[in-house]
């Protein structure tokens, strides 16, 4: 099992619950937002302390989150989530816009980091909109391979959700772009996850410590993902870190990603 957090680079307070994780050893990977002008190489030189037992990544960007941005966005604006998400669904992603983007963020990460990622998935999940999809697929495939790093899909086992009493109703949707995600990235031999687990409405965040052994019983591959969003300022995002700081059992199931499971 891969435990993943997203959304470095996005605030102070998440970039600091995300390293005090990493150093017990409750993560064993992060997607880092270096389309944000904070999230800069200090801010990243922390994260890096830590890459022997941990796979960096990119979190693509592609809405307006109300930051700073290290590039000039397209069109002089990052749409905002509804907005993007309409055109996706509606068929007006231009895919060689998207292209360009994304080729734009994964030279920022290696700018900043001085590395290249380990992996790559979307914020809001927006990496798996149709005309998106497509786009990422197509990047990661004009790489070399020994240079193309793992991409995240969303697929889960909704039978398995329900068997551990988790809510499902997100997840299967969610999970629907997830599949064509699969199938994308397998037709472009792109290696990707095998499982993932760990959606909830934010607003029943009070239930987390119970969710989250049955999030990491869900995922039985080694290369399952199980997404977390720690944080201190908001009570779901601290919810979130304090869970997962004190799941004493967790260390001992993590994994880094192989791709040879994939």
């Known amino acids: 099992?891969?435990?993943?957090?997203?959304?470095?680079?996005?605030?102070?307070?998440?970039?600091?619950?995300?390293?005090?994780?990493?150093?017990?050893?409750?993560?064993?990977?992060?997607?880092?937002?270096?389309?944000?002008?904070?999230?800069?190489?200090?801010?990243?030189?922390?994260?890096?302390?830590?890459?022997?037992?941990?796979?960096?990544?990119?979190?693509?960007?592609?809405?307006?989150?109300?930051?700073?941005?290290?590039?000039?966005?397209?069109?002089?604006?990052?749409?905002?989530?509804?907005?993007?998400?309409?055109?996706?669904?509606?068929?007006?992603?231009?895919?060689?816009?998207?292209?360009?983007?994304?080729?734009?963020?994964y030279e920022l990460f290696v700018t900043k980091c001085g590395r290249r990622p380990d992996h790559i998935d979307g914020h809001l999940h927006a990496h798996q909109l149709p005309g998106v999809r497509v786009a990422l697929a197509d990047f990661v495939r004009s790489l070399p391979l020994e240079r193309r790093p793992y991409v995240r899909n969303t697929r889960m086992s909704v039978g398995a959700i329900r068997r551990q009493k988790l809510p499902w109703m997100k997840s299967a949707f969610i999970g629907v772009f997830g599949r064509r995600m699969q199938s994308a990235l397998h037709a472009a031999k792109v290696p990707t996850n095998d499982g993932f687990a760990g959606i909830y409405d934010f607003k029943q965040w009070r239930r987390y410590p119970g969710y989250l052994p049955k999030f990491a019983d869900c995922l039985r591959e080694p290369n399952g993902i199980l997404v977390v969003h720690p944080g201190v300022e908001e009570n779901w995002r601290r919810q979130e870190f304090e869970s997962l700081r004190d799941f004493v059992a967790l260390e001992e199931r993590l994994n880094r990603f192989q791709h040879s499971s994939s």
């Open 1 to 105: 099992m891969i435990a993943c957090a997203d959304d470095y680079g996005l605030r102070e307070d998440i970039d600091r619950a995300i390293l005090e994780l990493c150093s017990l050893g409750k993560l064993s990977a992060v997607s880092c937002m270096v389309l944000f002008k904070r999230c800069d190489a200090r801010a990243l030189n922390g994260l890096l302390a830590h890459q022997a037992k941990l796979d960096i990544g990119l979190h693509l960007c592609l809405t307006d989150e109300g930051l700073p941005l290290a590039l000039p966005p397209p069109e002089g604006k990052l749409p905002d989530c509804k907005f993007l998400f309409r055109r996706a669904l509606l068929g007006r992603i231009n895919p060689q816009e998207i292209f360009r983007q994304i080729s734009a963020q």
